[in-house]
């Protein structure tokens, strides 16, 4: 069964700073995707990465897919208050299924 | 263009009946795919649909059961339901390809009492 671990499950900071999510598994992915959602929504696509070291950026987002593709981080700079919400990252191996990480849930406070 | 459409956005209900909830995907989507969301399990993937066959399919019980018409709409069903049924039902539309971007709608909220 092929698993996403995120880390941490729950973080709390203050408006400019930096922080790194985490998404582990022991399986290997042909791309994976890193979703927001906010409460009462559904969650939005924020980027998909599918080659083992990519780096992509998204104004003070940074994403990094692991050499091995079985790990990816999501590094935010100068976290604005707007950045609050639910962080998934999601997983496919190429068979039109995606799995869905366990989830972070960012607070950024003013 | 209009996004993704979920119906009900609320449903309550008890033990034992059963329930129909409607996705209506992106125009031009072929593929859907019904995803539950709880706290405890978070988004676990249901089953996918495109063109109107079921392509993929998560490890679910057979009371979980979904459909897709022509008009690539689709509909998930949920029989003798349970308190543990109780979440957020999210159906994504996408065009179907091995690398996609999935559109969510804003979810159904299940309570089975």
């Known amino acids: 069964t092929q698993l996403l671990e995120q880390s941490p499950q729950f973080l709390s900071i203050q408006e400019g700073e930096n922080l790194t999510v985490y998404c582990n598994s022991s399986?290997?992915?042909?791309?994976l995707q890193w979703y927001r959602q906010e409460p009462g929504e559904g969650p939005v696509l924020l980027v998909t990465?599918?080659?083992?070291?990519e780096v992509k950026k998204l104004k003070r987002l940074t994403f990094q897919f692991g050499d091995a593709r079985k790990d990816s981080s999501l590094h935010i700079t100068a976290a604005q208050p707007g950045d609050t919400g639910l962080y998934l990252c999601a997983g496919s191996s190429g068979t039109y299924k995606y799995i869905f990480g366990t989830g972070t849930r960012l607070k950024v406070l003013a | 263009k209009a996004g993704v459409t979920q119906t009900p956005r609320y449903l309550i209900k008890t033990r034992g009946q059963q329930v129909t909830l409607s996705c209506s995907p992106i125009s031009g989507h072929r593929s859907v795919s019904w995803y539950q969301q709880t706290p405890g399990q978070g988004l676990q993937f249901l089953f996918e649909y495109f063109s109107e066959t079921q392509r993929n399919k998560g490890n679910f019980p057979g009371r979980f059961s979904g459909r897709q018409f022509s008009n690539s709409r689709s509909e998930m069903n949920v029989s003798t339901l349970e308190l543990g049924d109780s979440a957020l039902y999210l159906c994504?539309?996408?065009?179907?390809?091995?690398?996609?971007?999935?559109?969510f709608g804003p979810g159904t909220r299940l309570t089975v009492l």
């Open positions: 990465v599918v080659t083992g070291g």
């Open positions: 399986s290997v992915f042909s791309s």
């Open positions: 994504a539309s996408s065009l179907g390809l091995v690398i996609d971007t999935q559109y």
